[in-house]
């Protein structure tokens, strides 16, 4: 049996169904009491003393606040601009209590082939950024995506190239890494990589990824339904040290963002203990 108490649910799970309250209120009505927060939804409804007061009332801990990052512009302007963003995401992840921010690189600017430049921009912004987020006691989580949205959503698209710009940059805990199994699975050193991240893991995300995916960021599968063999990441994973949450991250337009919230999260626990 999994601890129940290491179970979280990323909010974008039910983000077309539930306001934040709504989430936390309803993961907490099925006896789940991880969630990890996006930032718009907190914004709708209420802010950030608002949001902290739900959490609490409902004894909710963040496992991850989404999403900082998106560092890879060509313009100096825009670049100050992001900037002062997440200066302002790392001061609300440390209201909430969250264990990390997930940390998304950004694509290709548009009209750009310049990976150099856009990997440069990134570590840029990291470099300004780590020092206040280790003020604020904040975790930056370098996500790796699926190289088939590195245009679009994330230059940085393996766990080798996070922990490389782990080394470069330097170990703290003010710098973490992403696992998410969806984005990772298909990639032969993924083992060795986990293994090699140690504890700098600071977030682990569970879904599935379905054979006939029809959207290759809004068609995740539940735990169970697709091809990953979660149980078997889990394991190098945690055999790496960590210790925290199986944060529940599933992006469904065709499936589980039709259904009711109270399902989806029903079925969540159930597939805990089966495909986890």
């Known amino acids: 049996m ?22 936390i209120e309803g993961y907490a ?3 789940v009491h991880g969630i990890a927060v996006w930032r718009d939804k907190m914004h709708e409804g209420g802010g950030v003393k608002e949001a902290a007061r739900q959490l609490e009332d409902n004894a909710m801990e963040v496992s991850g606040f989404c999403i900082g990052g998106l560092m890879s512009t060509s313009h100096d302007a825009e670049f100050q601009v992001r900037l002062d963003d997440n200066r302002r995401v790392i001061e609300e992840a440390a209201a909430i209590k969250a264990r990390a921010v997930v940390f ?5 600017p548009d009209g750009s082939t310049d990976l150099d430049r856009a ?12 020092p206040e987020a280790k003020a604020a006691g904040v975790t930056l989580a370098l996500e790796p995506l699926h190289p088939m949205i590195a245009a679009s ?20 805990p003010e710098l973490g ?3 998410d199994v969806y984005h990772l699975w298909w990639d032969p050193e993924l083992e060795k990589e986990i293994a090699r991240a140690g504890k700098r893991i600071a977030a ?13 960021r809004l068609d995740r599968g539940m735990m ?13 994973v945690e055999a790496a040290g960590y210790t925290g949450h199986r944060e529940v991250e599933i992006f469904s337009e065709r499936n589980w963002w039709q259904k009711t919230g109270e399902e989806v999260v029903r079925v969540i626990t159930e597939r805990y203990q089966t495909a986890v």
């Open 104 to 108: 998304v690189a950004g694509g290709l």
């Open 204 to 216: 682990f995300h569970i879904n599935d990824w379905l054979a006939n995916t029809q959207d290759l």
């Open 119 to 130: 990997y440069g921009q990134v570590l840029k912004g990291l470099s300004i950024l780590l």
């Open 177 to 179: 890494i992403a696992v």
């Open 29 to 31: 009505s099925q006896g």
């Open 2 to 23: 999994l601890d129940d108490a290491l179970l979280s649910i990323n909010q974008v799970t039910t983000r077309e169904q539930w306001s934040l309250r709504q989430a």
């Open 224 to 236: 169970g339904d697709g091809v990953i063999d979660i149980p078997k990441i889990r394991r190098w």
């Open 153 to 172: 959503r994330s230059v940085l698209t393996t766990l080798k190239q996070a922990n490389d710009w782990c080394d470069q940059l330097g170990d703290g």
